[in-house]
């Protein structure tokens, strides 16, 4: 079946401009995870949305950061204003429900802000 | 202190060794246990789940130990294909992704 799609894989984009970034999680999956990797690091944990519950944003490093989920699927992540620490993969992943599911990741959206 | 810290390695091994890693963890509370498997440039798969009672998958055995707060990833007989950045997660109401160990098994 379908796995995690994302996109578009890859953005560059100049400083100060503002992006958005799509997820498409696996159908059925409640919970939605987005991640940031910068280069040889790891996923650094940005924002959770679990069904109908207010988002866990608390890993948005900045109020340059936001996140919705429509209807429980798609989500978008947006980064205004981007500046050059923006610069890194940016992963969406889906599970059933939490805790003990697996997650599935998207092949991510790399980003590079000039 | 990070809640997930691993070696960030790399090991070098020859194909046929057998090779381990651990990872720690700083929340006593953390519910759940993995290990993801990362390639190059790509996304990160579940390789398997860790279970108190320690669990094997083929070549694969994790193991738990809750005392001490760290989870281990042993693989036996290493394959080239096996060369990979290895990253444990925890989940305490979230997921907490180490930075990950890198494995290179060489011929």
């Known amino acids: 079946g379908a796995g995690v799609s994302q996109s578009p894989s890859n953005k560059v984009t100049e400083k100060g401009k503002d992006v958005e970034l799509r997820c498409d999680p696996i159908s059925g999956h409640t919970a939605l995870y987005w991640y940031r990797q910068s280069l040889g690091q790891g996923l650094e944990f940005l924002i959770y949305f679990q069904g109908n519950s207010a988002p866990d944003k608390s890993g948005l490093p900045s109020d340059r950061f936001s996140a919705e989920r429509t209807g429980g699927s798609v989500s978008t992540l947006t980064i205004q204003r981007t500046q050059q620490e923006d610069s890194a993969v940016y992963l969406c992943?889906?599970?059933?429900?939490?805790?003990?599911?697996?997650?599935?990741f998207g092949p991510g959206t790399r980003l590079t802000v000039l | 202190r990070k809640e997930v810290e691993q070696d960030p390695g790399p090991f070098n091994v020859p194909e046929g060794a057998t090779v381990a890693f651990n990872c720690t963890y700083s929340?006593?509370?953390?519910?759940?246990f993995f290990w993801y498997r990362q390639d190059c440039r790509k996304e990160p798969k579940l390789l398997m789940s860790v279970y108190s009672s320690g669990n094997e998958d083929g070549r694969f055995t994790a193991q738990l130990n809750r005392a001490s707060q760290y989870i281990s990833l042993l693989i036996r007989d290493s394959k080239l294909s096996d060369s990979a950045t290895y990253l444990c997660v925890v989940d305490f109401n979230k997921f907490y992704f180490g930075s990950g160990t890198k494995l290179n098994v060489k011929p």
């Open positions: 992943a889906s599970s059933l429900a939490r805790s003990t599911d697996t997650q599935y």
């Open positions: 929340n006593s509370a953390s519910q759940s």
